[in-house]
């Protein structure tokens, strides 16, 4: 059974910063793409950060770049996602995903993704 749990969300004022975890379990973690989403009251579920299995490749939305970094750790099955210059934008519950394996690349659609974490709510206030 594989597993995804989330943690390192909060309360925190703007410009300050977070690191979100998720630790993985069930299947060869290094053999998947994992990404993370965010998904905001009243609006739907979107891609925010994804790194390929190797860690070769991130890709990152625009609003972003600069901002954030995905980062994993094969060896602890875990992958991260460092938020700095956190602005109240960014407030919503933030999800890890991971893929069905074979990827090309990153993919950016949910569907893409086969499994999914619980949800970390981060909350920005200005």
């Known amino acids: 059974q594989v597993q995804l749990v989330e943690s390192g969300g909060g309360l925190v004022q703007a410009g300050g910063s977070l690191r979100l975890s998720c630790a993985v379990s069930?299947?060869?973690?290094?053999?998947?793409?994992m990404s993370w989403f965010r998904q905001a009251p009243g609006k739907e579920r979107e891609f925010v950060a994804g790194i390929s299995w190797s860690g070769g490749t991130t890709l990152y939305i625009d609003s972003v770049k600069g901002r954030f970094t995905i980062s994993r750790d094969n060896a602890k099955n875990t992958v991260y996602l460092q938020m700095n210059g956190l602005m109240p934008g960014d407030t919503a519950v933030y999800y890890c995903?991971?893929?069905?394996?074979?990827?090309?690349?990153?993919?950016?659609?949910?569907?893409?993704?086969?499994?999914w974490g619980q949800g970390t709510q981060v909350t920005v206030s200005s």
């Open positions: 995903a991971q893929d069905f394996g074979r990827s090309s690349g990153v993919p950016v659609r949910a569907s893409s993704y086969e499994y």
């Open positions: 069930g299947r060869t973690f290094s053999n998947y793409t």
